[in-house]
């Protein structure tokens, strides 16, 4: 069992930074694949970036060069660093992994780019 809490979603005007995070909880973190997807209103959920326990990491094309994807397995978590946000970068934002053949996700966090 795999539960996920994001958090640091909020506003932010075009062209600033935010930093979500994901915890983790049990002993397990540090063999999952971990994942960041997005949602915007009234579009499909789309993957935004993944990390491997070696910490491989692979990006969506929209988002490449602007957001950094990291993890600490000692804290259990993973990190999205957001720079140069853009207006179509609002969603929610969703922590994922897989592990033995289900799919956990986290309840979500907003991310809002505006002026």
């Known amino acids: 069992q795999v539960q996920l809490v994001e958090s640091g979603g909020g506003l932010v005007q075009p062209g600033g930074s935010l930093r979500l995070s994901c915890a983790a909880s049990?002993?397990?973190?540090?063999?999952?694949?971990m994942r960041w997807y997005r949602q915007a209103p009234g579009k499909q959920r789309e993957w935004v970036a993944l990390?491997?326990?070696?910490?491989?990491?692979n990006y969506a094309d929209s988002v490449k060069g602007r957001f950094t994807i990291s993890r600490d397995n000692a804290k259990n978590t993973v990190n999205l660093q957001m720079n140069s946000l853009k207006p179509e970068d609002t969603a929610v934002y969703y922590c994922?992994?897989?592990?033995?053949?289900?799919?956990?996700w986290g309840q979500g966090t907003q991310v809002t780019v505006s002026s």
């Open positions: 990390i491997t326990p070696g910490g491989i990491t």
């Open positions: 994922h992994a897989p592990h033995n053949g289900r799919d956990y």
């Open positions: 049990g002993s397990i973190f540090s063999i999952l694949t």
